[in-house]
Nanobody
């Protein structure tokens, strides 16, 4: 019954923007931290951004100043606003929810392609 559904991916030119959404259901969203990961072809999965249940945020250095993670507990949704996109941001982006090592959930991913 737990479900995480990502949306908002697509093709964008370098310097452009996208906003990803992850809609959650089947668990108490406000008690979980939420993260965005990404995986490019031939590369390992990389943590991009996270937001704790307290609202505290963290970002990988390569996206600081360009990406913003936020959450709306009333909508059980986490967002990733991506500005000034670069070709190296091209990847499948995955939503993740966590509360402990035994309580971790994953979405199926949404493709982001940055190309001219």
């Amino acid at each position: 019954q737990v479900q995480l559904v990502e949306s908002g991916g697509g093709l964008v030119q370098p310097g452009g923007s996208l906003r990803l959404s992850c809609a959650a259901s089947g668990f108490t969203f406000s008690r979980y931290g939420m993260t965005w990961y990404r995986q490019a072809p031939g590369k390992e999965r990389e943590l991009v951004a996270g937001i704790a249940s307290t609202g505290s945020t963290n970002y990988v250095d390569s996206v600081k100043g360009r990406f913003t993670i936020s959450r709306d507990n009333g909508k059980s949704t986490v967002y990733l606003q991506m500005n000034n996109l670069k070709p190296e941001d091209t990847a499948v982006y995955f939503c993740n929810a966590w509360r402990s090592r035994s309580e971790v959930y994953w979405g199926q991913g949404t493709q982001v392609t940055v190309s001219s």
